[in-house]
């Protein structure tokens, strides 16, 4: 192991390397972390990043530095379990993150090893169900390895309406209009870990007949062709097919001397 003396220098030289000469961090707790880190205060630098966890202002690429920054606390002190938990949530976010030249070897090798069981970095789907009443809306993260979401996020609209914030991971409206809507995946210090939709460009589904069903489109479709014209095309066929039918059907039973019968109607 790493002496604490020894570790303190060579956290300094790559904190230095890897953030610039003491520059100020976007969020305060992590910029006291990352001095006392520089101090071999390790124990104290936790205590830091532990504040700024439960805050409610980090943003995604302060929690990125935080991970960071906490992985060589965890690494001085020799906590294999709190290293590993890190180093996995850190490739869920950022897979491509690069450690400064001076990081201890070991450090480097281990999210080596961690990319080969975190398969992909951390998203968040969503889908729109039809309910007696109304549309649910459920959201849910993929690829939370280092178990990071906190909460899922639903805001929704119809298309008359103000958006309105779920907190639980679903949310329901009335059926009847299109229905507009966003969801976000949140972790420690009200991070947006990841999202789909957004508020300028939500996803957008279209009540279907009947309300059976829905379809979904993203915005960017609105200039397309409407969903109704399809279904006015296909009803118009079927009918121009009901009426060929029934007309050559009655010729044929009329040249056989039978009695024309009334077309049946299929339901479809």
Partial sequence: MISRLQFGAL???SITLAWGPSPAAAHPDVDEAKELLMEAEFERALEAFARAEEGDDLTREDLIELLSARCLA?????????LRLDLRRLASLDREHRWGREAPPELGEAFADTLTVVDGELSVSSVATPVP??????GRAEGDHGRLVNEIRVFARSRSGSYRRANGGTQALPAGESLHYYVEAVGPGSAVLAREGSEDRPVTSEPALAGSSLIRRDDDDAGGVSP???????AGVLVVVGIILAVVLGGSSSANGTQPQAPMVIGF
């Fill in 133 to 138: 009443g109304g549309v649910e809306v459920r």
């Fill in 11 to 13: 956290a300094l030289l």
């Fill in 74 to 82: 965890h690494l001085a002190l020799d906590d294999a379990a709190a």
């Fill in 228 to 234: 109704w014209l399809w279904v006015g095309i296909g």
